[in-house]
């Protein structure tokens, strides 16, 4: 499989995400957790440093190694990617965030937040009170099993690309600065599973975030932010145009007479 079929496209196009599994290669997926533990051993983890690498990457330096983004750029990840966005107009990845997310001291559930990447907290690169569009999708790539809910699962609400169009057109992009990503949405949150080498590739727009970890594993996993050639030039434009940037989908949809009668 080298394209998203059209059930995987429609999926897209109303969630806001899909599942795909199988991506990566096992051999791929144990070299980076080879290195990612690596890393962990031999650099270990300023105590000051851990919110920020929380809300950013852990193993600073590590993700922009061929290890991490081969995973990406060296598997059939970046053909399915490159599918919905339209042939020759995806960039490479120069890195990718290694996603870890540790056991909670205990095993006490809470509920995730979301939130829309770009709205900035002052520790994830971004000041507070300033927003930022700078990716067409994630794609979240599984390093381990994760076969059951509140294991640091990634986690969305579906449908809140769109919820979320609808809201900036009225209220215009800077909204997100505010934190309106943060009001009652419209749909149950859904904490992915899988195995180590699955998928999960999302639009830019939808809610979401990482499940608390009440299990006795780490969640490991590496999340890459797909860039549309045109990513810079269309900007903030694209959150209220939200196919601006995937016409590998519209197509789809079109010759199928969908798009028009979805929007």
Same mark, same amino acid.
């Given at each position: 499989?080298?394209?998203?079929? %059209? ?12 599942? $795909? ?11 980076? #957790? %080879? ?10 983890? @300023?105590?000051?440093?851990?919110? *920020? ?16 983004? &081969? ?31 540790? @056991?909670?001291?205990?095993? &006490? #559930?809470?509920?995730? *937040?979301?939130?829309?990447? /770009? ?5 994830? /690169? $971004? @000041? *507070? ?19 059951? @809910?509140? +294991? ?45 080498? &699955? ?26 932010? +797909?860039?549309? *050639? ?11 145009? $939200? ?5 590998? $989908? ?11 009668? #979805?929007?």
């Amino acid at each position: 499989m080298t394209q998203l079929n %059209r059930q995987q496209m429609e999926q897209l196009f109303e969630d806001g995400y899909v599942i $795909i599994p199988g991506v990566i290669p096992r051999l791929m997926v144990e070299e980076a #957790r %080879r290195a990612i533990n690596h890393h962990l051993g031999s650099e270990g983890m @300023p105590p000051d440093e851990l919110p *920020k690498m929380g809300a950013t990457t852990y193993c600073p330096g590590l993700g922009s190694q061929p290890v991490i983004t &081969d995973l990406f750029n060296r598997s059939l990840l970046f053909a399915l990617c490159e599918s919905a966005v339209g042939e020759g107009n995806l960039l490479a990845a120069g890195s990718g965030q290694i996603a870890l997310r540790f @056991p909670r001291a205990t095993s &006490d #559930r809470v509920e995730p *937040k979301g939130h829309i990447d /770009g709205r900035g907290t002052g520790i994830n /690169g $971004i @000041p *507070k009170g300033e927003f930022r569009r700078g990716f067409t999708m994630l794609a979240v790539v599984l390093l381990a099993d994760l076969p059951e @809910p509140y +294991g640091g699962n990634f986690t969305v609400w579906p449908g809140t690309h769109r919820f979320f169009e609808t809201i900036f057109r009225e209220h215009g992009p800077a909204a997100l600065a505010e934190g309106i990503d943060t009001m009652e949405l419209p749909h149950p949150a859904v904490q992915t599973t899988g195995q180590a080498g &699955d998928v999960v590739i999302t639009h830019h727009q939808i809610v979401h975030s990482a499940a608390p970890n009440c299990s006795p594993n780490i969640r490991y996993a590496a999340i890459f932010r +797909g860039r549309h *050639k045109d990513v810079e030039a269309n900007g903030t434009d694209a959150m209220t145009d $939200i196919w601006r940037e995937w016409p590998g $989908i519209r197509e789809v949809l079109e010759a199928a007479g969908d798009v028009g009668a #979805r929007r």
